[in-house]
């Protein structure tokens, strides 16, 4: 057995470094002596590597086929293999666009890594600033972007700065401070256009300049940057859902409605694997339209709970001005506060740093659910 184990861990480290061709070269000598063997554990961590394999070689049925397999088995797993478990339900989450489901699980992996003692947590430590980001909460992803570089300080290893600073941009842009994210992200395209960061990350570079000056009202600049970040897609086959989406959005604000609504389609069209972006782009759509009883079904039936769901916080609030303003101007003053107030109600959780949710579990239910409890407890640590 612990000759597989050695192979298959060989085949993990091909598979980190990203030498795939080399990978599926020795994979064809794997797959078939694994389910052979009869062994839990070779299988185990089989799959803990044939999912981050099958992922980034695009057989996305092969890597779900192993994923249901790892969550059959979840509650025998050794704790050495539920924090590999765990981190990769949580990439899988945020591939999805489900950025409160990956941070809960990510929470998790980290309590796991403090239980044992784990230092080799940079990259989850940047996970959890990644999604505290999407879901709007800036000033919480600084901590861990520096956690995250404490940790590779301590083990000296080499990193790509840039990825750190493009989140560290969008807490700046997060936190009313545009004017910092622009020259935080302008230092990072220089970084990629001069050799000294992956190419791959030009079009997350060029589309948070875009935002961040949609937020500092310079809409033809921002647009310039959207559009860069579109072609950008385009020439690596990845989908520019997100850039049509804000794109639209700065349509929007020069009252360009037709082109936004044109931006909007072709968003809706290539966003259909990210729900929340969808969703999102969807309920902009119907905003033009809210005298439609379809429109205005969709964004107060589906749009504001799928987005609640996701952690889709400044989303949420957009939708519930919409409707406030939507009920204003129909004199009806029950709804047009219901929504202000909503609103309101997730400015101030994001003001605070607090996590969005319906009701807090007591501590009898987060001790029975060892997941949830980890997640309120570092929910209610970010306010200290």
């Known amino acids: 057995m612990q000759g597989h184990i050695e192979s298959l861990d060989t085949w993990g480290k091909l598979i980190r470094e990203m030498y795939l061709d080399e990978a599926a070269v020795m994979h064809e000598g794997i797959e078939e002596a694994v389910w052979d063997s009869g062994s839990f554990e070779i299988q185990t961590v089989y799959a803990l590597y044939g999912v981050g394999y099958f992922r980034r070689i695009g057989d996305n049925a092969k890597a779900e086929y192993l994923m249901k397999f790892l969550e059959k ?6 704790i050495k293999y539920a924090y590999d478990y765990f981190f990769l339900k949580a990439i899988g989450a945020m591939n999805v666009g489900d950025y409160k489901a990956a941070l809960r699980d990510f929470l998790y992996v980290e309590y796991l890594s403090v239980q044992n003692a ?3 947590n940079h990259f989850l430590l940047y996970n959890i600033a990644v999604c505290l980001t999407q879901m709007d909460y800036g000033f919480l992803a600084e901590k861990y972007i520096k956690k995250a570089r404490e940790s590779v300080a301590l083990l000296e290893i080499n990193y790509d700065e840039t990825r750190y600073e493009i989140i560290e941009g969008m807490s700046y842009m997060y ?5 910092k994210a622009i020259e935080v992200f302008n230092n990072c395209l220089e970084r990629v256009k001069n ?7 030009l079009n997350s570079v060029l589309h948070n300049i875009g935002c961040a000056f949609l937020y500092n009202k310079k809409y033809d600049k921002a647009i310039e940057n959207f559009n860069a970040a579109i072609e950008c897609c385009e020439t690596d086959g990845a989908s520019p859902a997100n850039d049509l989406y804000f794109k639209a959005r700065t ?4 009252g360009e409605t037709d082109k936004a609504i044109a931006c909007l389609e072709k968003g809706i069209e290539t966003s259909k694997d990210d729900l929340a972006l969808n969703v999102a782009i969807k309920a902009i759509k119907c905003s033009l339209n809210l005298e439609s009883e379809t429109s205005l079904g969709y964004i107060v039936d589906i749009a504001i709970p799928t987005l609640i769901s996701k952690g889709r916080h400044l989303e949420v609030m957009g939708c519930c001005l919409m409707l406030h303003k939507h009920f204003s101007i129909l004199n009806n003053c029950a709804l047009s506060d219901k929504y202000l107030a909503m609103s309101n109600m997730y400015q101030e959780k994001i003001i605070k740093g607090e996590i969005c949710r319906e009701e807090k579990p007591d501590n009898t239910v987060c001790f029975n659910y060892g997941r949830d409890a980890c997640f309120w407890k570092c929910a209610d640590g970010f306010r200290t």
């Open 195 to 201: 050799g000294k960061s992956r190419d791959s990350l």
């Open 175 to 179: 936190t009313a401070r545009s004017e």
């Open 251 to 254: 349509l929007l604000k020069l």
């Open 73 to 78: 088995h979840s509650a025998n797993l050794p």
């Open 118 to 120: 784990r230092v080799d």
